[in-house]
T-cell receptor
Framework: GQNIDQPTEMTATEGAIVQINCTYQ??????LFWYQQHAGEAPTFLSY??LDGLEEKGRFSSFLSRSKGYSYLLLKELQMKDSASYLC??????????WGAGTKLIIKP | DTEVTQTPKHLVMGMTNKKSLKCEQH?????MYWYKQKAKKPPELMFV???????INESVPSRFSPECPNSSLLNLHLHALQPEDSALYLC??????????????FGAGSRLTVL
């Protein structure tokens, strides 16, 4: 079967760092993708990893270990506007996205 | 233009009504998608159009009927819906192949309420 797991909810403090983990088991792998979704809005693409290692984009970084079926999204210097749901999605052997349920991130002042 | 535009933003319809959701993109993308999203759930793929041809139908009930008039437009025709069809309907577009096919640009969504 296909399965993607990520925590349901996380809380962090403004200015701090938070790491959102994602583990997956899928039929085939063509990349792991992170999307951000603010409440009541559409998802927006953040980053993707195809090869093992760390991809950095400003305050956001994403890491992938294919052998462990594991990824994380690292958010630094948290801002209140980072309060959102973060969706992990894996591209399977047919290049179809399999979505995780999302992690709701709450930022406190 | 880097947007996907959806209309209407909100729609309330009765179970006997016929309505349509519309989506437009001018990003040159040749793949377009309809997703359905319920509250606190991930997006659920409904249909995929590739080069204006329906390539994926995820066993969606026939009361939802997609249409792709040209490479920039995507419609979703709604007829005889049920209250459980109330959800946010998201249109998205992407490149046709490779990793780019999974970098989706979503529209703002049409929030549908079926009474």
């Amino acid at each position: 079967g296909q399965n993607i797991d990520q925590p349901t909810e996380m809380t962090a403090t403004e200015g701090a760092i938070v790491q959102i983990n994602c583990t997956y088991q899928t039929s085939g792998f063509n990349g792991l993708f992170w999307y951000q979704q603010h409440a009541g809005e559409a998802p927006t693409f953040l980053s993707y990893n195809v090869l093992d290692g760390l991809e950095e984009k400003g305050r956001f970084s994403s890491f992938l270990s294919r052998s462990k079926g594991y990824s994380y999204l690292l958010l630094k210097e948290l801002q209140m506007k980072d309060s959102a749901s973060y969706l992990c999605a894996v591209s399977d052997s047919n290049y179809q996205l399999i979505w995780g349920a999302g992690t709701k991130l709450i930022i406190k002042p | 233009d880097t947007e996907v535009t959806q209309t209407p933003k909100h729609l309330v319809m009765g179970m006997t009504n016929k309505k349509s959701l519309k989506c437009e993109q001018h990003m040159g993308h040749r793949a377009m998608y309809w997703y359905k999203q319920k509250a606190k759930k991930p997006p659920e793929l409904m249909f995929v159009y590739s080069y204006e041809k329906l390539s994926i139908n995820e066993s969606v009930p026939s009361r939802f009927s997609p249409e792709c008039p040209n490479s920039s437009l995507l419609n979703l025709h709604l007829h005889a819906l049920q209250p459980e069809d109330s959800a946010l309907y998201l249109c998205a577009s992407s490149q046709e192949e490779g990793v780019g096919a999974n970098v989706l640009t979503f529209g703002a969504g049409s929030r549908l309420t079926v009474l």
